[in-house]
């Protein structure tokens, strides 16, 4: 009895011609892929500089319309007038050349690439004008004269200073407000003495007169 094999077996074939078909369409497709850079190109000045004389510093950059990228290995020439043509240099950056060529002040630089075909006018520029550095004069400083010399003021001599002395009294140093109020309490105490004896003997002369009944109060023995 055969035993029929398992669908995945049967399925292996076919995997296999997706894969090669894959890889063959990969194949067919690379040079379209490489070619796609092709097409129209366009150029642009990237700096013009006056050197020495006649001599211009010339970069300029070449780029695919398409897709912008630099157009790498280019033929670019650079020509004056009916001079002979200069071949710019590739520089580091994709798309860009660069060179010296003769070119006078108010001359126009044309500029050629074969492929892509396109070119560029580009007016020289003038002549740096040269600017003289100013002359510089010395002028010699103004003598400075010396001011006089000052002679220092004279020595101020302070006055002696004068000591108050406080001289006591010649009544043993009391005040005279101490002395006023002894002097005060002496005539209160002597008015009260003549005040005492007037009473005294008007006591007495009670005594001495009659009373009603003709009889006075007889002195003492």
């Known amino acids: 009895m055969t035993v029929p094999a398992p669908p995945r077996a049967r399925r292996a074939p076919a995997a296999l011609v997706a894969v090669l078909a894959a890889v063959a369409l990969a194949l067919g497709l690379a040079p379209t892929v ?62 860009q050349y660069q060179g010296v060529v003769e070119a006078p002040a108010g001359s126009t630089i044309r500029v050629t690439s074969v492929e892509p075909v396109t070119t560029l006018e580009v007016p020289a520029p003038v002549a740096a004008a040269t600017t003289e550095a100013p002359t510089t004069s010395t002028t010699e400083a103004p003598t400075t004269t010396a001011a006089p010399t000052t002679e220092p003021a004279p020595t101020t001599t302070e006055a002696p200073t004068t000591d108050v002395v406080v001289e006591d009294d010649d009544d043993g140093g009391l005040s005279t407000g101490v002395l006023v109020a002894i002097g005060a309490g002496v005539v209160v105490i002597a008015g009260l003495g003549i005040w005492a004896a007037l009473n005294l003997g008007k006591g007495r002369e009670d005594e001495d007169e009659p009373d009603a009944t003709g009889t006075g109060t007889p002195p003492p023995t």
Do not use: F
């Not at 398409?66 to 950056?93: I, R």
């Open 34 to 95: 490489a070619g796609a850079h092709g097409g129209d190109g366009e150029m642009t000045l990237v700096s013009a500089t006056r050197g020495a004389g006649d001599e211009v510093d010339l970069t300029v950059e070449l780029i695919y319309v398409e897709d912008g990228h630099g157009v790498p290995d280019a033929t670019v020439t650079a020509v004056v007038g009916d001079s002979a043509a200069v071949t710019l240099a590739a520089t580091a950056a994709e798309g």
